[in-house]
C-alpha cells in the first residue's frame, strides 16, 4: 500500500546490487511511496549485480556506476543526476560497507592496516565524500534528507564484527557532524542501525547465522527484515521526519534495549543441560 510520502521527490540510492540488498527493498519502497530516484553501485558490480531489473521496476531510474571512495566519480554521478532531473535532489540512501580484513579472515588483533584503511573509506568515510560531492555540485536541495544504514556493533562489539565495529561508530559520527553542519539549511542527516539481515554483506560475516539468530531470540519483536527496513527509510525520507537529525535510530525489534529474554533463556538452558549431560 502507497502513502504517497515520497510524492514529487528526487534521490540518488547507493547499494542496490541484487535482490536481498536492503538498498534493493529501499529502491522498491521508494518507488511505491512516489520517489524518482538514481541507482548507483561501485563499477565492479555491473559484472554480477541485477541493477538493470531494478531499475526497470522503478519506472526506468537512471544507473550511475560510482566508486564511492572517488571524489571525482561521485562528483560525475551527482552532476549527471542534476542533469537527469534537471534541478537539485531532496534524498540520499546510503548502502555501503565492506570489510576487507573480514573477507580476508584476518582476526581484529591481526588487521592489515591497508586494508583497514579501505574499510574504513568504503564503509564511512564515503558517506562523508558524498554528501561533500552532492553539496559542491549543488545537487542536494535545502530542506533534503540523508540516510546512511549502521549496524549496533557502533555502540557495543559483536565479536565477528572485527574492524566493522569501528567503521560503523566512524559513519555514525559522520552522520552527526555532518548533520550539524548543515542543520541551517535544514538538511538532516541520519543513520539506522538495522538488525542482521540477510544479505550479501551480511553472509559475508563468520558466525552471522549465530548473530542473526542470537539477534532473533533477544529481540522481543524478531528481527527487522529488509523489507521494514526500508518502510523505516521512507519515514526518514518524507517531511514527515523533517525535525529529527542527527540520530541514530535503532530499527531491530528492540533488540537494543534488551538484555535478556525468555526465549534465549529456554534456548541456553538446554544446551547447558546437555553440556552438562556429556560431562557427566
Ligand atoms: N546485512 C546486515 O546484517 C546489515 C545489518 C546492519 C546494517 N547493514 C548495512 O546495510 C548496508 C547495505 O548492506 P547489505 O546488507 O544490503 O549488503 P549488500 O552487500 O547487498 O550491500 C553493500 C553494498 O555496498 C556496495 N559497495 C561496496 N564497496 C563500494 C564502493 N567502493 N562504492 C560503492 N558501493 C560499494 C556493494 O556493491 C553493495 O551493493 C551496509 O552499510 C551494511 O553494513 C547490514
Redesign the pocket.
Known sequence: MSYGLLKGKKGVI?????E?????AIAEAAHREGAQFVL???P??KRF?NLTKLSEITGNSPVIY?????DEDLKTLFEETKSHFGGQIDFIV?????SINIRKGLAYTELDYENMHKTL???AI?LHRVIRASLDTEALADGSSVV????IGAQRTFSKYSE?NDA?AL?ESIARTYGYNLGKRKIRVNTI?????????????KG?DAM?EFANRVSPLGNAD?ASCADYTVSLLSDLTRMVTMQNLFHDGGFSSTGMSDELILVLAEALSKDEGNLG
Open positions: 547507493f547499494g542496490a546490487m541484487i536481498t540488498s536492503i538498498a534493493w548507483s553501485n561501485a565492479v558490480t549485480g560510482a566508486d564511492a571512495t572517488s546510503h548502502a555501503i560497507g565492506q573509506d568504503i564503509s564515503s546512511a544504514l549502521s549496524y566493522m560503523k559513519l542501525s538495522q538488525s542482521p539481515t540477510i544479505t550479501v554483506a551480511g553472509q559475508g560475516l552471522f542473526f529488509a
